[in-house]
């Protein structure tokens, strides 16, 4: 049985029914996030995802706006009703961020940041712990087991695509996962077609695919302009590809 994971606003990840979280790679600045949350609100899309802590592998690429992003976050949250959810790349920040964050991301990079993950066993919001790039399930399941050892359950995995040697596609996303989690774990499992492809053609199918295996949710980006995004922008839906993409997974 799949754990029902409660997000806040009635929202539930694990109930059976198939959550989309949608926003840009990183939070950019307030037009940018207020023209992303209108485009949500009118698909009927309450979930918003955007980066503000950016891990990129370059460390003279964007590294997020940090607490000012944070700010517009809390602009947008009132403004629409949404949930947010963010990614934490350091337990300093947690205190900030608590006030206006829902839902903690940990992203892949920190799969196996141990320290972090015995920390954020003891808040209580859910996470959505992202599989390391090169992690077996084993690996990836026992990252769960660090965050639920404090005494928080709330834990969503997140297939975010793998290393392998193809590269077409940015990460190899191994659907496979979504029956494997659900036979070995009690957590939802959510998809993410982005990181997972690197290719924006490549969300669709790949998302209708999460779903068909039983995925319960996808997290996805999208931007107003991707070819100017800061980050991610090959891999982020224009507007009318989400009005589709959202079309299609209801
Ligand atoms: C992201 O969600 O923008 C991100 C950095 O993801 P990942 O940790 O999966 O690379
Ligand atoms: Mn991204």
């Known amino acids: 049985m799949t754990r029902v994971v409660k997000l806040g606003n009635g929202l539930n990840i694990g109930d059976g029914s198939f959550n989309i979280i949608a926003g840009p790679c990183s939070v950019e600045s307030f037009d940018q996030m207020d023209s992303i949350g209108k485009k949500m609100a009118?698909?009927?899309?309450?979930?918003?995802?955007?980066?503000?802590?950016?891990?990129?592998?370059?460390p003279e690429s964007f590294q997020g706006l940090g607490l000012k992003g944070l700010e517009i976050l809390k602009e947008i949250k009132k403004k629409y009703g949404f949930i947010v959810s963010t990614e934490i790349m350091d337990i300093k920040d947690l205190e900030d961020m608590e006030e206006i964050v829902d839902v903690f991301?940990?992203?892949?990079?920190?799969?196996?940041?141990?320290?972090?993950?015995?920390?954020?066993?003891?808040?209580?919001?859910?996470?959505?712990?992202k599989r390391?790039?090169?992690?077996?399930?084993?690996?990836w399941i026992n990252a769960a087991k660090y965050i639920e050892m404090g005494g928080n359950k709330d834990?969503?995995?997140c297939e975010r695509g793998i290393r392998t040697f193809e590269n077409y596609t940015r990460n190899t996303l191994d659907l496979m996962t979504i029956p494997i989690i659900k036979e070995k774990t009690e957590y939802p499992i959510i998809i993410d077609p982005s990181h997972g492809t690197g290719r924006r053609e490549l969300i669709k199918p790949a998302s209708i695919g999460g779903k068909a295996m039983g995925a319960d949710g996808i997290i996805v980006?999208?931007?107003?302009?991707?070819?100017?995004?800061l980050s991610d922008g090959d891999q982020s839906l224009h507007f009318e590809e989400f009005d589709e993409l959202v079309k299609a997974l209801r």
Request: glycine fraction near 10%; charged fraction near 25%.
């Open 42 to 58: 009118e698909n009927g899309v309450k979930i918003l995802r955007g980066g503000i802590f950016k891990p990129r592998t370059n």
């Open 105 to 129: 991301q940990v992203g892949s990079r920190n799969m196996q940041n141990f320290s972090l993950l015995k920390d954020l066993g003891h808040i209580n919001k859910p996470i959505i712990l």
């Open 221 to 229: 980006e999208f931007h107003p302009s991707p070819e100017d995004a």
């Open 155 to 157: 834990i969503i995995m």
């Open 132 to 139: 390391g790039m090169s992690a077996t399930m084993e690996e």
